[in-house]
């Protein structure tokens, strides 16, 4: 059975493999371009997109997305999501929008204070409203998986709960999915 990846994700290193389609280089260490099974055929590592044909997105649905922009108190995600049997296949992209109310449980005053443009977040869709995908992102198991600088664009890395540029040495919090410190390594 292959390995479900996710966009981000460490695959190896350069010195043990080489990297394949759906695979990209950061510094030496091979990352996953997108949500896909992870496959290794002599000492290549490639990702195939477990979404070749998109899929209709509905109530309930994991989600993968990227931030494309903030407008307060609202986020548009560029959405990527994980088959489900019997959903309908459809053609095109489908963007999400992230409510700064369906980020904690807590008070969020601003969605820039917990998510920023380019980092890529788990979430669920909550409904389906005048043909908008709406998303929630208030569990553990949802929020950013990867993020980035906003100083240089580097990957920022989880060091004693805070995230850490190795580029600059730029500190940043986010609303982090727990899934956020697998990923990294």
Do not use: W
């Not at 479900?4 to 080489?18: H, M, Q, R, V, W």
């Not at 477990?50 to 989600?63: D, E, F, H, I, L």
């Not at 380019?118 to 909550?126: E, F, N």
């Amino acid at each position: 059975m292959a390995e479900l990846t996710t966009p981000g994700k460490a695959l190896g290193t350069e010195e043990e493999f080489i990297g394949g389609e759906g695979v990209y280089s950061d510094g030496g260490k091979l990352h996953s371009l997108c949500t896909g099974n992870v496959s290794i055929d002599k000492q290549v590592v490639s990702v195939k997109p477990s979404n070749a044909v998109p899929k209709m997105v509905g109530p309930g649905m994991v989600v993968y997305g990227r931030i494309e922009n903030i407008f307060e108190p609202i986020a548009l995600v560029k959405l990527e999501p994980l088959e489900v049997q019997g959903a309908r296949q459809t053609q095109g992209d489908y963007f999400g929008v992230l409510h700064v109310s369906n980020i904690r449980r807590d008070y969020v005053k601003s969605i820039r204070s917990e998510m920023m443009i380019g980092d890529v977040i788990k979430a669920v869709v909550s409904e389906i409203r005048r043909g908008e995908v709406y998303l929630d992102v208030r569990g553990l198991d949802f929020g950013v998986v990867k993020a980035y600088c906003s100083r240089c664009r580097h990957p920022l890395y989880l060091k004693d709960r805070i995230l850490v540029c190795n580029n600059c040495g730029n500190r940043e919090s986010r609303k982090l999915c727990k899934e956020y410190s697998a990923i990294e390594r």
